[in-house]
């Protein structure tokens, strides 16, 4: 993208103006007196584990895919009431997709297309383009399903909540407001999420960081319950032992509940 201005944060990652700008209209539109605010592109305070209403945003997910105009960065937005995730949508704006829900409604998918085949049978999960490139993904390349790399964990995680996809995970660390929106679709559809140690996500931490996390649908969980019983067994992926093991166990049609879904 020509007209994309790109600059350094203090810790290197990089940011647009245009994430700077959608936070500031994001905030402008949706806090009201009282409501905590945590974003990527805020600086964090404490203050919002005193709030009742707390928005957990990220403005821009996927910021290296946005500047190589690949059509895979997301806004990601969620509400938390009273200890709860409540409400939550996430939107594509390069192909005008959007997912959005509530616990009251489920999920809602709505306008444009979400460009993933699912026609070979297999299962499909969605891995991070930086962590493939890095190679941190080539053990599964054997394993009994599709691998598609792509941008931005909100979209990913949206994708599966929506149905397009089995699973997503990442095994490296991620902040609450990158996956806050997608646990909570995949809750409202009545998909799984843990973190990479085995437990149900919580949220308005006092240190929003997970070490890694693990989002499977309702149909997944089911479709990919033989590599999460051979990964249980398998000393190669000793390390996914804490969540491939309950996954493994859990029934298809038991949700497994995050302290922040209600």
């Known amino acids: 993208m020509e007209n994309v201005r790109v600059h350094k944060k203090e810790n290197g990652d990089v940011v647009t103006d245009a994430e700077l700008e959608a936070n500031q209209l994001l905030f402008e539109r949706l806090v009201e007196a009282g409501d905590g605010w945590l974003s990527e592109e805020t600086a964090d305070n404490e203050r919002r584990l005193r709030c009742s209403r707390i928005w957990l945003v990220d403005p821009l997910d996927g910021t290296k895919e946005y500047v190589a105009g690949i059509p895979e960065w997301s806004i990601s937005i969620a509400l938390m009431e009273n200890g709860g995730l409540v409400a939550a949508g996430i939107l594509n704006p390069e192909t005008d997709w959007l997912l ?3 616990r ?3 999920v809602v998918c709505q306008n ?14 969605l891995a991070s383009r930086s962590e493939v490139k890095r190679g941190e993904w080539e053990r599964f390349r054997r394993a009994p399903f599709q691998v598609r790399a792509m941008g931005s964990m909100a979209y990913r995680l949206a994708l599966v909540a929506a149905g397009k996809a089995d699973a997503t995970w990442t095994l490296v660390p991620k902040n609450e407001w ?8 995949l809750h409202f559809s009545k998909g799984h999420a843990l973190t990479t140690e085995g437990l149900p ?8 960081r997970f070490p890694g996390l693990v989002g499977v649908s309702t149909a997944g969980l089911g479709r990919l319950r033989p590599f999460l019983k051979y990964a249980v067994e398998d ?22 509940r995050s302290e922040g879904i209600s």
Do not use: H, K
């Open 100 to 102: 959005y829900g509530s």
């Open 235 to 256: 000393p190669e992926f000793r390390d996914c032992l804490p969540w491939a093991r309950p996954l493994a166990t859990l029934e298809s049609q038991r949700p497994m």
């Open 112 to 125: 444009g297309q979400a460009e993933i085949d699912m026609a070979s049978g297999e299962p499909l999960v």
């Open 201 to 208: 996500p919580t949220f308005n931490r006092i240190s929003p």
């Open 178 to 185: 990158d996956v806050a929106a997608g646990v909570a679709l």
């Open 104 to 106: 009251e409604v489920g």
